[in-house]
């Protein structure tokens, strides 16, 4: 009786294309698929070996005996053995045995299986992707939502320790469970996407996915495909976006994976100066053979076509392009130019990317890449490799480095928050503050502030602020937006309980307030790549470790600037503003229901002066170690109308004063800065107490609502060419105190400064 059947899948055009590395459906042709052939029910297999003596199916079914069911080779030189069997059913165990040129014989894993089991065996099984999609609405307007105009938040989660079973902390939740869960999280946290750290198969838990050996099989640990496009479904029909992390980079060695698939380097380089990574003890993918290509683009293409990803990450794209990296010289292998661009990869990226926007061009694609190789998100018809995205590293880095400086030492640093406006708009960026900052000893977000409890979580609640107000998208990952205090572990759930405090409590609410606000405000998100909706007010203030700036949207009233005082100071500080604009407050990270100290942010005063190259200025109280943003009001007072109209045949033209300055004004890097530290005083949160009590009436009522106020005859000191003003004809002595975590307690728990009977009195 025959046991396998001739039957195959592939037709002329198909061989053509896998041969030259243009076939980007593989997974409809190789794998099992189950079937009818002459009226018999059963499985088809197929599987590329070119160099293999022969390839059988083994399983359950055949006491996985390799000379029952054998496939036959196909007569067109391709190299695939492909066979029908009948009577082979879903969820059936099975293997390939490839007997090798030197009569070995091997036991492979499918490379196109859909499932495997959860054991050491790690069989394929014969399955299916097939599932109902209750998502038509979201994928009909995806486009909307992967704009580059559009607000892009991603919430980046491992799935197996975000949260494990409450019953038992050690049991994963499954695909659905998680479902129940994570929807609402996001929908209440305001975040627009989700990406999933690796969810193809991999045996190795501690690679945290990066280790693939199923790469078209959603991880079996929390359930079958359809448990995990129900989770993605579920998350579309909430209107959030999925992107999946994506490994074409490397694979691992296991016995049953690609390595050596057929008994000779098929899917890997031979010489281990191209096909081997010594840091991950894995193997590079052969981006010069075209059936390689064409494996990797299908994967691509099948996890957005299946499982309706909204976009991939691409992970270690810096390793993919640079042919030494992470060796040393005479370890790796010049290209035909005597450079170390591997020019194989990067033809490789831009035929992936030109696939994906072909086929699917309402979603993302984004680099992990830490180099500054040139054009990496320029379209390919224009001569870049053609990603949406890319990580902006460089930021991430410098920012984490200043951040982790004591505050008297960050004047030194100052450049670290400067130096990404210099490069912020020649790349489409994604701000990243990722899984890799928070694991193997670089100590969790938290922890990597300086200070005392409270100072290290305004350092972070500042940080959140800048980042969220910065050019490019945005990303966090799982924990940091509750300040986890231990570092990530990828077996333990993240630890929950830490929001029954007060100060993991509001760290949570500032990233939820930031998400409503980067999506609710036009500024934050319209242009956000581009040079127009960025502007420096002042850069260059390292004295007083401040920094101004706005962003800007389409029309001129869509406008909003953002203050960080990265200080442990409270200060009144004086800000260029153009003519016939008012400010209000909108954030100030010092706010007591983020874990703040409460001291103010108020807009104390108006000015007709010219400062920092604008015609106009306020004065701003700054809370300490505090980012305040304030949204300039598209209707000026009629005060300020009236005094616009009387100063109209003097109005100042901004771009001449940017090449004009006055003659006692310094000119600043960027914008034009004026400030010194001559006449900054510290003060601690007590203090502001008796400032509320000595200030006009007209500022004791002002709110963090409407602060702009009638302009009043100035009661401050100012100092030509000071930007921070003297607080000595408010506070009334000279006494300078550090701020510290007791007296910001007593001040918050005891809510807002008042002004006690005693100064009523007086």
Known sequence: MQNVYPYSRFT???????????????????????????????????????????VSVISDFNSWNPELHKLFPRWDGSGIWEGFIPGIKWGIKYKYAIRTKTGALLEKSDPYALSFEQNVQAASLVSTTWYEWNDAEWMSRRFKNNCLDAPISVYEIHLGSWMRGTDDPERFLSYREIAERLVPYITEMGFTHVELMPVMEHPYEPSWGYQITGFFAANSRFGAPQDLMFLIDELHKNNIGVILDWVPSHFPGDANGLHLFDGTYLYEHEDPRQGFHPQWNSHLFNYGRPEVKSFLVSNA?????????????????????????????????????GGNVNLEAKAFLQEFNTAVYRDFPDV????????????LTTPVHDGGVGFGMKWMMGWMHDTL?????????RKFEHNKITFSSAYVFKANYMMPLSHDEVVHGKASMIYKMPGDEWQKFA???ALYAYMFTHPGAKLLFMGNEFAQTAEWKFNASLDWHLLEHTYHKGMQQLVKDLNLLYRAEPALHKNQFAPSCFEWVEANDGANSVFVYLRKGQPDEEVLMTVLNLTPRVMDYKIGVNEGTSWEIVMNTDDPKYGGSGAPALVLDEEDDEWMYRPNAIVLSLPPLAAVILR??????????????????????TSEKMTAPKKDKKPGLFAGSESTADSEKKIDAKTIELQQAKKPARQAKSTAAKTIKKPVKKSMAKKPGSAVISSSSVLGDKTEQKIDSKTLEDNRTSGSPQVSSEKEKK
């Open 459 to 461: 350092n972070l609640r």
């Open 632 to 653: 300039q009001q598209q209707k000026p007072s009629e005060v300020r109308r009236r005094r616009a109209l009387s100063k109209s045949d003097k109005k100042i033209n």
């Open 364 to 375: 993302l694609t984004i680099a992990e890449e830490s180099s500054d190789f040139p054009l």
């Open 12 to 54: 002329a055009h198909d061989i053509y294309l896998f041969r030259e590395g243009k076939h980007c459906r593989l997974y409809d042709k190789f794998g099992s698929h189950e079937t009818d052939q002459d009226g018999k029910s059963g499985t088809y297999f197929s599987v590329w070996a070119p160099h293999a003596e022969e």
């Open 301 to 337: 293409m099948f996890w957005l076509d299946r499982y309706h990803a909204d976009g991939l990450r691409v992970d270690a794209v810096t390793s993919m392009l640079h042919l030494d990296y992470a060796r040393e010289p005479g370890e790796w292998i010049p290209n035909m130019f």
């Open 401 to 409: 480095k200043y951040f982790k400086e004591d505050p008297i030492n």
